[in-house]
């Protein structure tokens, strides 16, 4: 056949619209781009065709930042909402709301008064997103500090009803409650304030105070029932139950935080309880069980550091076995690979296994045989050392102590210049790095 043949091109060409057609459809699989709201349409009319263009404009002003602009296309597109046809009209409320919000946050002139306005207008428009924009709404207040204004928006919306209440709209009144309960909180704390500064505490004062208490502890108790993560709230809970001498109390909450199994695993609850306990003087055998659980589910964790002193200050066998495994499992992690406390803990907790367990090396080899494939080349490669000898030279000391007993065959590549052991040399700018003999080391008598 002549190379030239135009029907081989031709087949050629269909091959590679068939490739560059499957390609695209793999990557619009992968990507799962989401379908667009206005799209032009052969009987679109001319209301519809403004509308289309109009949020073009909008979207394009938002990329590049021209904000006043868009709040100008914004109040146009806003006619929509009297659009009662199509079904593509069922996402306008909350297009106007997310692009309103986004746009009175960047514009140069929004007063408060806008974003109510914005808010009351989508709350009207429509009931699927009520309870969410008055919780929004309730937010933007309070971190502008008009904490009665939010906590009256939160009532309102607690009393809310719609048709038959569904089970997420009883899962968001909850969540309301919740927050309402956090308001309260917030009120109790800056009562608690204003009764420590004064020299002579008011007694109406004071028992405000415990009316905000109440109210806030019988809402924050209600959420907890729910499985979930409620890290503010059980910090908020305790700090009152503390203030109120009620300690047992504060730490039966923690642990059902912890350790009830309906709640999602959570390190925070951990750390929550650990922490308590810790300010309560508990015995080293408590925070090492709660510090163990933490240290299963986040290795990586500062705490463990502490975790690490507690077993090692046990002086049992066994507990320094523990620590070297914990010490060992952080240094796992690149963001500890700089660290001289972490490594300093390595070296301590070896110098103990050498006085305590004659059979060290043996406890030593069990634990990094299953690391010898990557961490010699997470710690000890001549570009550490070099960044080790420039940023910390202590730290490239320990370092290079520890590298001859964990991993001796690669102790060498761990250098900033040469290193040379009779007729061995090891030579880290050089492109053929040859190893050192393995160092025996010695056995303690026992």
Same mark, same amino acid.
């Given at each position: 056949?002549?190379?030239?043949?135009?029907?081989?091109?031709?087949?050629?060409?269909?091959?590679?619209?068939?490739?560059?057609?499957?390609?695209?459809?793999?990557?619009?699989?992968?990507?799962?781009?989401?379908?667009?709201?206005?799209?032009?349409?052969?009987?679109?009319?001319?209301?519809?065709?403004?509308?289309?263009?109009?949020?073009?404009?909008?979207?394009?002003?938002?990329?590049?930042?021209?904000?006043?602009?868009?709040?100008?296309?914004?109040?146009?597109?806003?006619?929509?909402?009297?659009?009662?046809?199509?079904?593509?009209?069922?996402?306008?409320?909350?297009?106007?709301?997310?692009?309103?919000?986004?746009?009175?946050?960047?514009?140069?002139?929004?007063?408060?008064?806008?974003?109510?306005?914005?808010?009351?207008?989508?709350?009207?428009?429509?009931?699927?997103?009520?309870?969410?924009?008055?919780?929004?709404?309730?937010?933007?207040?309070?971190?502008?500090?008009?904490?009665?204004?939010?906590?009256?928006?939160?009532?309102?919306?607690?009393?809310?009803?719609?048709?038959?209440?569904?089970?997420?709209?009883?899962?968001?009144?909850?969540?309301?409650?919740?927050?309402?309960?956090?308001?309260?909180?917030?009120?109790?704390?800056?009562?608690?304030?204003?009764?420590?500064?004064?020299?002579?505490?008011?007694?109406?004062?004071?028992?405000?105070?415990?009316?905000?208490?109440?109210?806030?502890?019988? =809402?924050?108790?209600?959420?907890?029932?729910?499985? =979930?993560?409620?890290?503010? %709230?059980?910090?908020?809970?305790?700090?009152?139950?503390?203030?109120?001498?009620?300690?047992?109390?504060?730490?039966?909450?923690?642990?059902?935080?912890?350790?009830?199994?309906?709640?999602?695993?959570?390190?925070?609850?951990?750390?929550?309880?650990?922490?308590?306990?810790?300010?309560?003087?508990?015995? =080293?055998?408590?925070?090492?069980?709660?510090?163990?659980?933490?240290?299963?589910?986040?290795?990586?964790?500062?705490?463990?550091?502490?975790? %690490?002193?507690?077993?090692?200050?046990?002086?049992?066998?066994?507990?320094?076995?523990?620590?070297?495994?914990?010490?060992?499992?952080?240094?796992?992690?690149?963001?500890?690979?700089?660290?001289?406390?972490?490594?300093?803990?390595?070296?301590?907790?070896?110098?103990?296994?050498?006085?305590?367990?004659?059979?060290?090396?043996?406890?030593?080899?069990?634990?990094?045989?299953?690391?010898?494939?990557?961490?010699?080349?997470?710690?000890?490669?001549? %570009?550490?050392?070099?960044?080790?000898?420039?940023?910390?030279?202590?730290?490239?000391?320990?370092?290079?102590?520890?590298?001859?007993?964990?991993?001796?065959?690669?102790?060498?590549?761990?250098?900033?210049?040469?290193?040379?052991?009779?007729?061995?040399?090891?030579?880290?700018?050089?492109?053929?790095?040859?190893?050192?003999?393995?160092?025996?080391?010695?056995?303690?008598?026992?």
């Amino acid at each position: 056949m002549d190379d030239g043949d135009p029907t081989t091109e031709l087949g050629l060409h269909r091959e590679l619209d068939e490739e560059d057609s499957s390609d695209d459809n793999l990557q619009k699989e992968k990507l799962k781009l989401p379908n667009p709201i206005y799209v032009e349409t052969p009987r679109e009319t001319d209301f519809h065709m403004t509308t289309r263009l109009c949020l073009q404009q909008i979207r394009e002003a938002m990329l590049h930042h021209r904000w006043v602009e868009a709040a100008e296309y914004l109040s146009s597109f806003a006619q929509t909402l009297e659009e009662t046809s199509g079904s593509s009209m069922r996402h306008v409320p909350e297009i106007i709301w997310r692009i309103g919000t986004e746009i009175l946050h960047y514009h140069p002139n929004t007063r408060r008064e806008d974003y109510s306005s914005l808010y009351e207008l989508m709350k009207h428009s429509g009931v699927k997103h009520y309870l969410m924009i008055c919780m929004e709404h309730s937010f933007h207040l309070m971190v502008n500090g008009l904490i009665d204004e939010a906590q009256l928006q939160l009532s309102i919306a607690e009393s809310w009803r719609y048709g038959n209440p569904s089970e997420e709209q009883a899962q968001r009144t909850e969540l309301m409650q919740a927050y309402r309960s956090m308001l309260d909180y917030i009120t109790w704390c800056d009562k608690k304030a204003t009764q420590y500064n004064a020299d002579d505490p008011d007694a109406c004062e004071t028992q405000e105070m415990n009316i905000y208490f109440r109210k806030s502890t019988i =809402g924050l108790k209600g959420i907890l029932k729910n499985p =979930g993560v409620w890290d503010p %709230f059980i910090l908020s809970y305790v700090n009152m139950l503390e203030f109120h001498n009620d300690h047992d109390g504060a730490l039966e909450v923690l642990n059902n935080y912890a350790y009830d199994d309906t709640f999602p695993q959570n390190p925070n609850a951990h750390i929550y309880l650990y922490r308590f306990l810790k300010k309560q003087g508990a015995p =080293g055998k408590k925070l090492m069980k709660v510090l163990k659980i933490l240290h299963k589910m986040v290795p990586s964790h500062e705490m463990m550091l502490e975790y %690490f002193s507690l077993l090692l200050k046990s002086e049992t066998v066994d507990n320094v076995h523990e620590a070297l495994g914990v010490i060992l499992d952080m240094l796992d992690y690149a963001c500890w690979n700089s660290s001289l406390d972490v490594w300093n803990c390595l070296k301590t907790v070896i110098d103990n296994l050498k006085l305590q367990d004659k059979d060290w090396e043996d406890i030593i080899l069990q634990k990094t045989v299953p690391r010898k494939d990557w961490w010699p080349a997470l710690h000890f490669t001549s %570009f550490h050392a070099r960044k080790d000898a420039a940023e910390n030279p202590e730290l490239m000391r320990v370092k290079t102590l520890l590298a001859g007993i964990l991993y001796p065959d690669h102790a060498c590549y761990y250098t900033a210049g040469e290193v040379t052991s009779g007729a061995s040399t090891c030579k880290t700018k050089g492109e053929n790095i040859k190893a050192l003999p393995p160092t025996k080391i010695k056995k303690k008598n026992s």
